[in-house]
């Protein structure tokens, strides 16, 4: 027995160390920002930190997280109901139209309600409560299929209405996957930079950007980000905790199924307000930009958008490539591992699910200015910020998959006399590899949509699908912008089915972590 550890601790000591590249990628935008913005001394730093400006950008900050986390809350838990426990016509049908609004990114509903001339605090309350309410719907949804339907059956057996029954039994059933999914939405405001900077709403992460671009004192940009970063942290850990007390069915076998509610009178009533919601998720951004291509058909340059198109594959690929490189052994040892140290490593790599990209980039820019010169507005420090970004989502679907990997069928290979590399090689990889490949997809096409680290990094003269929407709204060229938002809807919507597909389908709530962290700008 104390051979077999020894050897397991040797093996683990090889993945430490091959996973020392992704700790490194990961915690350095958040090591130098720090150094950054205290490099003139701590009086300068408080001093920045409770001036009348940050006040007035955490104050602004805070109010539309609150009205976007409740907006979400509300709607997300109400609707994941009218579709998983109501006899309501078309429940397929009206699951997929919620989820969608997941493929429309916030920038692209930013752009919808500009052109509208809908602007400020409600044009960014509307834009980021329709594209994040989906976040509190799955895992509503997910553990309403997955509770065992007795005590709501109970209850109305005791004269209780659904309405009250919902309110008694269901509601606090389900009251922890709904707050871990409306602190996930807050977090994803925190993040947001797109819809706020096209709607004129001066939150934090638009702050940041003109205070970096509107002086030669980087400083308070840095203290900002810095700011940004400790709620991005406790509100990481409050989704993490309330994530972590979701309760689950006990018992074995499979969870029986609900008897769907009848809604009687209140059919029309819950249709209304599904149809609403529908409306002003999909319908306007699509409406928006039906209108925008018709209007700018004969502005249309094929040959621009095919070249952004295929800037931005091409920065996409990279960043995928690069991204689950570093990820496949931090999630090789989380799933075949577990020690204190893989634990720390583990939780260094994740450190990027609480850092907003304006930050990763701010935090970049000053690295390659100072340290990196040659890589200084070029596609490598572009690449590392995808990296540094987007880890945990790469390190979640290599987990899982290796996970899923039987670990016996790597013990009969190594008692024929394999290596421990050739084993990973021939036997581990090839039977994570469709999970590896899922999570690349899912990093590619979040690569392809982020928006900040992009505009801060890309090299000189380089535009993506993002960058390009960005630039021509922010000078009202909607109908030019309007064929670059089309076709990022058009790549955002296959992660949207597939997170539809896997906890509709399966009832699986844990999807959640391994696709949608970091899924949005």
């Not at 205290?38 to 730093?45: A, I, M, P, R």
């Not at 044009?123 to 709501?152: F, H």
């Not at 700018?296 to 958008?305: C, T, V």
Request: proline fraction near 6%.
């Amino acid at each position: 027995m104390t051979a077999r550890r020894g050897r397991g601790a040797r093996r683990a000591t090889g993945w430490l160390l091959a996973a020392l590249p992704a700790v490194v990628v990961a915690v350095l935008p958040l090591v130098y920002l720090f150094l950054r913005a205290t490099d003139q001394g701590w009086d300068v730093f408080f001093a920045i930190a409770v001036r009348s400006r940050t006040a007035e950008l955490t104050a602004n900050t805070l109010t539309l997280l609150v009205a976007v986390a409740a907006s979400a809350l509300a709607l997300g838990t109400a609707a994941a109901w009218a579709v998983t426990r109501t006899a309501l016509p078309l429940r397929r049908v009206w699951t997929v139209l919620l989820v969608m609004p997941l493929a429309v990114p916030s920038y692209v509903s930013g752009f919808a309600w500009l052109s509208m001339d809908v602007v400020g605090f409600a044009g960014a309350w509307l834009a980021l409560t329709t594209t994040n309410m989906p976040l509190v719907l799955l895992p509503v949804a997910a553990a309403l299929r997955s509770a065992d339907p007795a005590l709501e059956e109970l209850s109305r057996s005791l004269g209780h209405g659904p309405w009250e029954t919902f309110r008694r039994v269901t509601l606090p059933r389900v009251w922890p996957a709904a707050l871990a999914g409306g602190l996930l939405v807050a977090l994803y405001v925190l993040h947001d930079f797109g819809a706020v900077s096209l709607l004129r709403y001066e939150t934090f992460t638009l702050g940041i950007q003109t205070s970096y671009s509107g002086s030669f004192d980087r400083t308070p940009a840095a203290v900002i980000g810095v700011v940004l970063v400790v709620l991005a942290v406790l509100l990481a850990l409050a989704e993490a905790r309330m994530r972590g007390t979701s309760t689950a069915r006990l018992g074995p076998g499979v969870a029986r199924q609900a008897e769907p509610v009848r809604l009687r009178a209140a059919r029309w009533p819950v249709l209304l307000g599904l149809a609403g919601i529908v409306v002003v998720s999909l319908g306007v951004p699509l409406g928006a930009l039906t209108r925008w291509l018709g209007i700018g058909r004969a502005e249309l340059d094929p040959a621009a958008l095919v070249s952004t198109t295929a800037t931005t594959v091409q920065f996409a690929a990279l960043g995928a490539l690069a991204t689950v490189a570093l990820a496949v052994p931090v999630g090789f040892l989380a799933a075949r591992h577990s020690s204190r140290p893989v634990r720390a490593v583990e939780l260094a790599a994740y450190a990027g699910h609480a850092l907003p990209g304006i930050t990763v980039a701010l935090a970049l820019v000053f690295f390659g200015v100072r340290f990196a010169q040659p890589w200084y507005q070029r596609t490598p420090l572009l690449v590392l910020g995808y990296a540094a970004l987007f880890l945990p989502i790469a390190i979640s679907a290599v987990r899982t998959a290796v996970a899923a990997a039987p670990p016996a069928v790597e013990d009969v290979a190594r008692s024929l006399g394999r290596g421990r590399a050739r084993v990973f090689g021939t036997v581990t990889l090839p039977l994570a590899a469709p999970g590896i490949a899922a999570g690349a997809a899912l990093v590619f096409l979040t690569c392809a949509k982020e928006l900040p680290a992009t505009l801060l990094l890309r090299p000189t003269g380089a535009d993506t699908l993002a960058t390009a929407l960005w630039t021509k709204t922010g000078v009202s060229a909607f109908a030019e912008a309007a064929p670059y938002a089309a076709l990022l809807v058009v790549v955002s919507a296959v992660p949207a089915v597939l997170l539809e597909m896997s906890v509709f389908r399966s009832g699986k709530a844990a999807v959640l972590e391994s696709a949608t962290r970091g899924a949005q700008t």
